[in-house]
T-cell receptor, first 111, second 116 residues
Framework: GQSLEQPSEVTAVEGAIVQINCTYQ??????LSWYQQHDGGAPTFLSY????GLEETGRFSSFLSRSDSYGYLLLQELQMKDSASYFC????????????FGKGTKLSVKP | EADIYQTPRYLVIGTGKKITLECSQT?????MYWYQQDPGMELHLIHY???????EKGDLSSESTVSRIRTEHFPLTLESARPSHTSQYLC???????????????FGSGTRLTVV
C-alpha cells in the first residue's frame, strides 16, 4: 500500500535548526509535499520536491532522495509560531493523484 | 481569506441523528475531497470527486456519503451518527499547478464533530 513514515514528535528551542524526516513506499510515489497545520487549523502547503535535491523557501527547505526513498523538511531560525504539526504527503498515482499523508510530526518550539 | 468554507465549525450531536457537513469553494476547482483526522493523527481520505456527478470512496472506509450536484458544493452526510464518528472532517479542493507539476490542494478549516 501507500504509506509515508515520519517521527511523531520533535522538540527544539527558538533560533535552532530542526530536521523532520519522511520515508515512503515507492509504489505509485509521485513527489513529496510538506504541509503545516496549527492546532485547530487547516493544513497549508509549504514545499514540494518533484526531483532529487534541495528546495529552499525562506527559512524552510525540503530535500528528496528517490534512491533512498527519503526526504526531509528543514526549519531554520525556529520561531515560537513554528510550533505546529508537519505532514509529508505525496500525490500517489501521478501528478494529479490523490494526496496521501504521513502521520504528522508535532513540533514544539521552546523559548 | 478563505476560498473554501466549511460549516459548522463545531458540532455536538446525539447518537442516531442525521447530519450534513457543508463544504463550498469559490475557486471553480473540479476536484474536491473529504479527509477525516483524529486529534494528533494523519489525514485519511474518505471521499473524493473529480467533477459534478462524480463521487468515489477514498482509502479509509467511511459510513458517510457525499454528493456533487454543483461544482462549488460537496456536502458530506451521516445518516445515523455514532460515537465512533467523532473526529475532525476536513474538506479540500485542488487544481493542477504547472509551476509545481502537481495538483495543489487548498483545505478548509474543518468541522470538529462530537457524537454523544
Amino acid at each position: 500500500g501507500q504509506s509515508l513514515e515520519q517521527p511523531s514528535e520533535v522538540t527544539a528551542v527558538e533560533g535552532a535548526i530542526v530536521q523532520i524526516n519522511c520515508t515512503y513506499q515507492t509504489s505509485g510515489f509521485y513527489g513529496l509535499s510538506w504541509y503545516q497545520q496549527h492546532d485547530g487549523g487547516a493544513p497549508t502547503f509549504l514545499s514540494y520536491n518533484g526531483l532529487d535535491g534541495l528546495e529552499e523557501t525562506g527559512r524552510f527547505s525540503s530535500f528528496l532522495s528517490r534512491s533512498d526513498s527519503y526526504g526531509y523538511l528543514l526549519l531554520q531560525e525556529l520561531q515560537m509560531k513554528d510550533s505546529a504539526s508537519y505532514f509529508c504527503a505525496s500525490n500517489y498515482g501521478g501528478s494529479q493523484g490523490n494526496l496521501i499523508f504521513g502521520k504528522g510530526t508535532k513540533l514544539s518550539v521552546k523559548p | 481569506e478563505a476560498d473554501i468554507y466549511q460549516t459548522p465549525r463545531y458540532l455536538v450531536i446525539g447518537t442516531g441523528k442525521k447530519i450534513t457537513l457543508e463544504c463550498s469553494q469559490t475557486m471553480g476547482h473540479d476536484k474536491m475531497y473529504w479527509y477525516q483526522q483524529d486529534p494528533g493523527m494523519e489525514l485519511h481520505l474518505i471521499h473524493y470527486s473529480y467533477g459534478v456527478n462524480s463521487t468515489e470512496k477514498g482509502d479509509l472506509s467511511s459510513e458517510s456519503t457525499v454528493s456533487r450536484i454543483r461544482t462549488e458544493h460537496f456536502p458530506l452526510t451521516l445518516e445515523s451518527a455514532r460515537p465512533s464518528h467523532t473526529s475532525q472532517y476536513l474538506c479540500a479542493s485542488s487544481e493542477y499547478i504547472s509551476d509545481r507539476g502537481i495538483d495543489g490542494y487548498t483545505f478548509g478549516s474543518g468541522t470538529r464533530l462530537t457524537v454523544v
